[in-house]
């Protein structure tokens, strides 16, 4: 909100010109040749009602704000999905279903997610016969820089393409990476937003492949 003319006492009679940025809000107070008490007044109701206009501005931000916080998923069952993985074979997660499944949010530009990465693929091949999936989303716009990574890293788990779709169904993905853990039944039992302790990651997915 930006005040023009405000700070500067008029001279010479002028009009104090205060404009705030909305298309119906303005005022204009003549200064020159009102009796002090009817200039005070009115500079007084001016302020009473640029005070409520600026709490109703704030009240209104208010809920936007909140809808910002991305849901947790925690004790939900996991939004289905089916999407083609790099090579353009389908990838739901029902079929996985029986499965302890950890779904990987992530990007080719976000640097926690490349230091994840490499310690999912040796947690697939470890744990696989116990029942471990690992499928990740790339949230990328442009799936080539996707493969080019996904190759340089080895990935031996499923990538597909995400989308604000996508995105939205798991509770609004705002920054990366994220991560679930999803029970054999499908609920989700852990979620890790932003960097995460890599080594508590693993405890936590060894005691849902022991049916703990």
């Known amino acids: 909100?930006?005040?023009?003319?405000?700070?500067?006492?008029?001279?010479?009679?002028?009009?104090?010109?205060?404009?705030?940025?909305?298309?119906?809000?303005g005022f204009i107070a003549p200064r020159m040749g009102r009796p002090a008490g009817v200039a005070h007044r009115a500079r007084t109701h001016r302020l009473f009602?640029?005070?409520?206009?600026?709490?109703?501005?704030?009240?209104?931000?208010?809920?936007?704000?909140?809808?910002?916080?991305?849901?947790?998923?925690?004790?939900?069952?996991?939004?289905?999905?089916?999407?083609?993985?790099?090579?353009?074979?389908?990838?739901a997660l029902k079929d996985y279903r029986g499965?302890?499944?950890?779904?990987?949010?992530?990007a080719t530009w976000c640097s926690p997610c490349q230091l994840e990465m490499p310690r999912f693929v040796v947690w697939q091949k470890e744990y696989a016969a116990q029942g471990?999936?690992?499928?990740?989303?790339?949230?990328?716009?442009?799936?080539?820089?996707v493969r080019s990574l996904s190759a340089r890293i080895k990935?031996?788990?499923?990538?597909?393409?995400?989308?604000?779709?996508?995105?939205?169904?798991?509770?609004?993905i705002l920054g990366l990476p994220v991560t679930y853990l999803i029970g054999r039944d499908g609920e989700v039992l852990a979620e890790y937003r932003g960097e995460t302790d890599l080594n508590a990651m693993e405890e936590r997915l060894k005691a849902l492949l022991g049916g703990k």
């Open 132 to 145: 471990l999936q690992i499928v990740g989303i790339s949230m990328d716009d442009d799936p080539a820089p």
């Open 99 to 106: 499965k302890v499944v950890l779904l990987n949010f992530w």
């Open 155 to 172: 990935l031996n788990y499923p990538v597909v393409m995400g989308d604000e779709k996508i995105g939205e169904l798991y509770g609004g």
């Open 49 to 91: 009602t640029l005070a409520a206009f600026l709490i109703a501005i704030c009240a209104l931000a208010g809920p936007a704000q909140e809808s910002a916080v991305p849901e947790s998923l925690l004790h939900k069952r996991a939004p289905e999905f089916a999407l083609a993985d790099l090579q353009g074979s389908r990838v």
């Open 1 to 25: 909100m930006r005040k023009r003319g405000a700070g500067t006492e008029p001279r010479n009679g002028a009009e104090l010109l205060v404009t705030v940025s909305h298309p119906w809000w």
